[in-house]
């Protein structure tokens, strides 16, 4: 339901309908509709109200992290969105898989016309964290920020200058927080990260397994799969690019899908024919079992694992490993005396034994079958192991390089193609820290070592202290341990200078010194780029004017550039839309053969979709071993890594198999936090973006599941507010007293916003409260998903 309401109608833009056509938006089919019009509220507006004769429809995208690239129109009327649909029904477009929007995608209105939209630049007046501020100009802003970055520089050189992280402009070829890293790299360099909280675990650890971290194939390869089993991967709700569009026609065509999850997500709903729920943490001893039902069963491909991989038996061990370290010694216990049945991983993962035993006949007897993993079991502190446990099942089935089959692992799709992006020029820092290292690296910079994750020197010359977060709400909401991040945060003799930009008054903003109020994607110039397996692009076109004082990032460090005397090197003379172009015409260049349209005739077209053969990864090594050899050490498919089985490191074991995870249920901690907290990525925001759009609230409100087993000894019931905590924090929640979650486990939402009292009691639900900053062994990555916590009704508190 669409309704107008009064701030809605103030947000009415003096954009005319002319410039909307000259602009070129009338593109979709739609003629024009007479629309019937309010009366306009005040003689200043009236001249900017429509004059009642029209609409065009713009084929449009959000440039969010949201896991989709859906088909967005939004109905535009003298330069006010009324209204946003998706690709109709009977729009024929047989080559585009089809990406309606979802709700978020549909309530981007609420979003972008909020009255809570930051309006004007501001400058922090009380404690830092505290959230009082004072409207200044935006010459005075970008004169302080201008003034902080010499002074700061002069006082502590460039590596003292940080980035963070920032994604919800990531989904575009353009961002101010590209353009940012431009102006820091022109301007002596800054302190750069590694290591995306997304996926960061899995990328790591794929390459050990087949040299390369993308190892999936393009979905129309799955087409006549028979068996697909989603690990942990939820794309009902994260969509993932197009995965839907084709997981839907293979449920129509009779594809079995079997969800490993411990919480029955809309996925397993929507999709499934089976649901196996394990305990978080636990997948490695499940993955093991698998492949011991599989090998004593005689189940696993011979040919294949003797042709194509490393260390599968004694037999097929590289020289001078001890003797016992192959997979087959492992699964048979012949080093720690522990057979890995079924049974065995049963007290561990509580999945009924015979559960695992017909799933893993049913996966190495069903040819082909695709085991796709989701990223939430890798943003664990085991998250390596778990990514790379799943490619010894592949390999061992034979799944790998097939068609219809998946090698798992990280599963990005080697044949993406993507814009060229904003030419952000050398970072002269060499310095390189893991986005885990930020908070230490801000509060004593002396203290992060090679060991936590430092790259590119020894030692960091010095901590940081000047900030910029532009699109994020990392630095008190989407960071683990938010309590531990804000005590640095609040330090004003640690970072000097926070810049935080954003749409609305987050958590995070509440920490800047320096507030702006950046323009949203509709108000902006950009070409929207794909997810997960999805090969396309899409151009958002800026659609309607700024107001207030709002502006976009680019055109605030426009200035600020001027007053460090490099403007002309740090713009090229290009405002956002002639950088989006140029992009576009850098992108041509470095595709000759794809044909791709001009820049003009995209603001027609919309998108273009990258045309290629189905894609299935590693398919060339296994056709041809002899002449493509797997990038890996030995050339062949590693079920044992050597240079993992060097690192002589507990939780880094050459096989990926089960290890007990810091925090899972077997840490001893259990005794006074019984039970495991998971996050999910819900439908209704893109982690904490969205977060006050009334319409998503709707959609769900933010509630803990437990299950009925668990609420009841603890006297919970439906609705009551509930009180999480364990050593780093407290939430307080409602409980939603639930069977779609395992005993032991409880879940909420990830995205929620902070919202602490005078005691530091969150009243949100922000599971980051809860989250461990603990950091993973290999990828010296982050374990967000892994917490161990007690729930009590509250008033019992
Ligand atoms: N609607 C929506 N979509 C999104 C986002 C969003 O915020 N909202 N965010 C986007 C972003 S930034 C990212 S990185 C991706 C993330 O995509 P994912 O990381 O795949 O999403 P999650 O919901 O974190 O995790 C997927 C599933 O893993 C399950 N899980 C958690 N722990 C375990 C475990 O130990 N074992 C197993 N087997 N399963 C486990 C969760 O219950 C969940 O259903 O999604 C993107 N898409
Ligand atoms: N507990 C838990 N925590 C997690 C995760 C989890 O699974 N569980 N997942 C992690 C993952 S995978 C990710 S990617 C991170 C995401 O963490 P972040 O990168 O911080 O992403 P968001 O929380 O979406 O915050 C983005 C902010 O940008 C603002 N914004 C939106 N559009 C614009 C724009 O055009 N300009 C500007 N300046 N601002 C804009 C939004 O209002 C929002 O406040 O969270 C991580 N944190
Ligand atoms: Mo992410």
């Not at 820290?433 to 801000?442: D, E, G």
């Not at 603001?603 to 894609?615: E, M, N, V, Y």
Request: one cysteine or more.
């Amino acid at each position: 339901m669409e309704e107008h309401n009064k701030s809605e109608d103030e947000h009415r833009l003096s954009l005319s309908r002319r410039d909307v056509l000259k602009s070129g938006s009338l593109l979709l089919t739609l003629p024009f509709v007479s629309l019937k019009l309010r009366a306009a509220p005040d003689g200043e507006k009236t001249s900017s109200l429509p004059t009642g004769e029209g609409e065009k429809v713009v084929a449009t995208c959000s440039t969010f992290d949201c896991g989709g690239k859906c088909d967005i129109r939004a109905h535009v009327t003298d330069g006010v969105v009324t209204r946003i649909s998706t690709r109709p029904d009977n729009e024929l477009d047989p080559e585009m898989p089809i990406m309606r929007a979802c709700v978020r995608g549909r309530g981007y209105r609420k979003f972008v016309y909020h009255p809570d939209r930051l309006k004007y630049p501001m400058k922090r007046v009380g404690k830092r964290g505290e959230g009082k501020f004072v409207r200044i100009s935006w010459d005075e802003a970008t004169t302080l920020i201008a003034d902080n970055l010499r002074r700061i520089t002069t006082k502590y050189g460039p590596e003292s200058r940080f980035m963070h992280n920032n994604t919800a402009t990531s989904g575009g070829a353009f961002s101010g927080d590209g353009m940012m890293k431009r102006l820091l790299n022109l301007t002596g360099g800054y302190l750069s990260y590694y290591h995306s909280v997304s996926l960061g675990n899995t990328v790591a650890a794929t390459p050990y397994t087949y040299g390369v971290a993308a190892s999936g194939n393009s979905l129309d390869t799955l087409k006549d799969t028979p068996l697909v089993i989603l690990w942990g991967h939820n794309p009902t709700e994260t969509i993932f690019g197009h995965t839907n569009h084709y997981f839907q026609q293979m449920k129509q065509n009779g594809t079995r899908f079997v969800v490993v999850d411990p919480r029955y997500s809309d996925t397993t709903s929507s999709l499934a024919d089976e649901w196996i729920p394990l305990l978080p943490t636990t997948d490695n001893a499940m993955m093991d079992a698998m492949m011991y039902v599989i090998i004593s069963e005689g189940l696993h491909d011979k040919a294949f694992i003797s042709r194509y991989t490393l260390g599968f038996d004694e037999a097929s061990m590289p020289e001078g490993v001890p003797a016992n370290e192959s997979l087959v010694a492992y699964l048979m216990g012949q080093k720690d005396g522990v057979v890995k049945t079924p049974e065995w991983a049963e007290s561990i993962t509580h999945v009924p034994a015979q559960t695992i035993r017909q799933l893993a006949r049913d996966y190495a007897t069903t040819k082909p079958a695709a085991l796709i993993q989701g990223w939430g079991p890798q943003r664990h502190n085991c998250g390596e192991r778990t990514a790379r446990g799943s490619t010894l099942l592949a390999t061992i089935t034979g799944n790998v390089g097939v068609k219809g089959g998946w090698a798992a692992g990280y599963g990005g799709c080697g044949n993406r193609k993507f814009t060229t992006g904003v030419e952000t020029l050398d970072n002269p820092v060499k310095e390189n820290i893991s986005i885990m290292n930020w908070v230490q690296a801000a509060e004593d910079a002396s203290k992060v070592t090679p060991e936590d994750g430092l790259k590119g020197g020894e030692k960091l010359k010095s901590n940081i202290r000047i900030l910029f977060s532009l699109a994020g709400n990392y630095l008190a909401n989407q960071n683990p341990d938010v309590n531990q991040a804000v005590k640095v945060l609040e330090d004003e003799s640690k970072i000097e200078f926070i810049v935080v930009s954003d749409l609305y008054m987050t958590p995070s903003a509440k920490y800047a010194d320096l507030l702006l109020p950046e323009t949203s994607f509709m108000e902006r110039w950009n070409i929207g780029e794909t997810w997960g397996t999805a090969n396309y692009l899409v151009l958002s076109e800026k659609l309607i004017e700024p107001e207030f004082e709002r502006r976009s990032d680019y055109d605030w460090q426009r200035d600020v550039a001027r007053k460090l005397g490099v403007e002309a090197e740090f713009s090229q003379g290009r405002d956002e839309k002639q950088w989006v172009e140029h992009i576009w015409q850098q992108t041509c260049l470095a595709m000759p053969d794809e044909k791709l349209p001009t820049f003009e005739e995209l603001q027609i077209t919309r998108r273009h979709l990258f045309k290629s053969a189905p894609w299935v990864a590693f398919e060339e090594n296994i056709r041809d071993p002899q002449n493509h050899p797997f990038p890996t050490p030995s050339g062949k498919i590693e079920i044992f890594s050597q240079r993992l089985y060097d690192m002589h490191h507990p939780e880094i074991p050459a096989l990926s198999h089960y290890v007990p995870a810091h925090e899972g249920p077997e840490d001893p901690l259990t005794t006074r936090f019984p039970l495991q907290l998971i996050t999910w990525k819900g439908k209704n925001r893109a982690n904490s973006t969205q977060y006050a759009n009334p319409w998503l609230q709707e959609v769900q409100a933010q509630k803990l599941w437990i299950n009925p087993l668990d609420a009841e000894p603890r006297a919970i019931q439906q609705g009551d507010e509930l009180r999480i905590h364990n050593e780093r924090g407290v939430s307080l929640v409602e409980a939603e007293v639930t069977q779609r979650i395992i005993p032991g486990v409880v879940a909420m939402q990830a995205g929620a916003w902070w919202q602490p009292d005078s005691q530091g009691v969150d009243h949100g639900g922000c599971a980051n409260v809860l989250s461990s900053s603990r950091i993973t062994a290999l990828a010296k990555g982050n374990s967000h998903q892994t917490m161990l916590v007690e729930v009590a009704k509250h008033e019992s508190v």
